[in-house]
């Protein structure tokens, strides 16, 4: 199966002008072969994505090396067991010196961030339908609730 081109994924999105207005922003602020590489269904999550969320389109924007979340749809097939988001959250917070207030504001920076990361990965579920209501909405509540708790150990 040949990969569509950008033209044809655009045309097919819920809103292309809006899709094609942010893809255009996103190629220009990252390397663009990372988009001109993604494969079939990825194109059509990120087309989901940048159709379907401003707020999102934007901080892709900001964060382009936050594509790869895209790249392995398979991955998006499956809600994130809370488990991983305990992980990663006390790796962010392991071995930090919490009483330094520098390093505290550097760990809920980093919280912050891995939170972000998540909501667009479990925004990119639920746009492109890879998940079902249930599946996002403890997806949601998972993450509100591991990384609260995160912050409170912090303050």
Not at 133 to 151: H, K, Q, R, T, Y
């Amino acid at each position: 199966m040949t990969t569509p081109t950008w033209d044809s994924v655009v045309a097919a999105s819920a809103d292309p002008v809006r899709t094609a207005h942010h893809l255009g922003v996103l190629r220009a602020t990252c390397d663009p072969a990372a988009l001109d590489t993604l494969p079939s269904e990825s194109r059509r999550v990120l087309a989901t994505i940048l159709a379907g969320s401003r707020s999102l389109s934007e901080l892709l924007v900001r964060r382009p090396e936050w594509l790869d979340t895209f790249v392995d749809v398979d991955a998006l097939r499956s809600p994130r067991p809370r488990q991983g988001l305990v992980w990663e959250r006390d790796k962010t917070l392991a071995g930090a010196d919490l009483a330094s207030p520098a390093v505290a504001e550097r760990v809920v920076d980093s919280l912050h961030q891995l939170r972000l990361r998540e909501l667009l990965r479990i925004a990119a579920r639920d746009l492109a339908r890879l998940g079902t209501l249930p599946e996002i909405v403890l997806e949601l509540s998972n993450a509100a609730d591991v990384f609260l708790e995160g912050v409170l150990r912090v303050v």
